[in-house]
């Protein structure tokens, strides 16, 4: 059937397809790691592993992990100042603490977990995204989203069980005195 | 100078351009209105017109719009079910009222005027748009926006004059006792 191959290959182009050379490098100027164009048979044939091991050694250092597909990602060395993940899809993230802020922008169907403390996830042209968080970030955490959906944040309920609630991406707006009052759907109530 | 050239054609390519060909007809079967793949060109051309003017004759028919570009849409005869804008760039619509919505789906700059009353604007995944109200419709109308931005509503101050205000596209949430608790970025306060 023609038909159903030409659509198949139209979703298949929308895809991030990590297409240039796989970087993992740590730039000094900037104090900068840089991840790109990494894949899971990336990561297998060049560090013989199933995770990407990235080891901050400055609470200075910054992450920007760029056009990556399928591959997970595990920070160690403990607190470092903030990540950035672009034009990623169906990826996962492990890290401790970040000072500032862990940012998705053009993602899809990323899973994050913080095992510290992380005060900001930002999130932004995004679509699917699980942020699970710590028993220590669960008061601290904040969320800044746009232009997202299907968020969802999972977290210790404090009985020893695990829970998870979405993050809402519907609003409603009416005009009250000639100003904006902004609330969530009642998708959310 | 040729990477200039190149990168004008990648831009020009993500915009939406009207293929197939241009459809402005009536289906008794759903009461519908439907515009497609129509333009300034087109307009002119088959109208002889800057406008493409539909006259709605009762209150069930729906119009929906889809695939045009640069064009400038007015509905005749008062009022109707409803009126979608669906993958469209730089088009106008003026219309007397809506009974249920007027909603725009993946669209780039849109201005929409009801000189009537329209209940709900719904807009989703949308870049750029605003709604010009009635008098009459400014203590009614309620804007459901998700993935969308660059929102703006201008309306009469009651004075006699013109007011603009943005409707919010980024939120903060934070977890308050297991729940989310969503806030209109401090960005609009």
Not at 6 to 30: D, H, M, N, T, W
Not at 118 to 124: A, Q
Request: hydrophobic share 35%; charged share 20%.
């Amino acid at each position: 059937m023609p038909t159903l191959d030409v659509k198949k290959k139209e979703v298949a182009s929308k895809k991030v397809k990590p297409s240039g050379l796989p970087i993992c490098e740590y730039q000094e100027r900037g104090h900068k790691w840089v991840l790109e164009n990494q894949t899971k048979e990336v990561v297998q044939r060049e560090h013989n592993s199933g995770i990407l091991v990235v080891e901050v050694t400055d609470p200075k250092q910054q992450v920007y992990m760029f056009h990556c597909n399928n591959v997970t990602v595990q920070i160690k060395g403990g607190k470092f100042k903030s990540m950035i993940v672009d034009s990623c899809e169906n990826c996962n993230v492990v890290f401790d603490t970040v000072i500032s802020s862990f940012e998705m922008v053009n993602c899809k169907k990323i899973q994050v977990q913080t095992t510290g403390i992380c005060p900001v996830f930002g999130i932004d042209k995004t679509i699917g995204c699980t942020m699970f968080l710590s028993e220590q970030t669960l008061g601290i955490t904040q969320f800044t989203t746009s232009h997202s959906g299907e968020m969802n944040v999972s977290f210790p309920d404090g009985s020893g069980d695990q829970k998870e609630v979405p993050i809402p991406e519907q609003f409603v707006h009416k005009l009250v005195n000639g100003s904006v009052v902004s609330e969530v759907s009642e998708l959310y109530h």
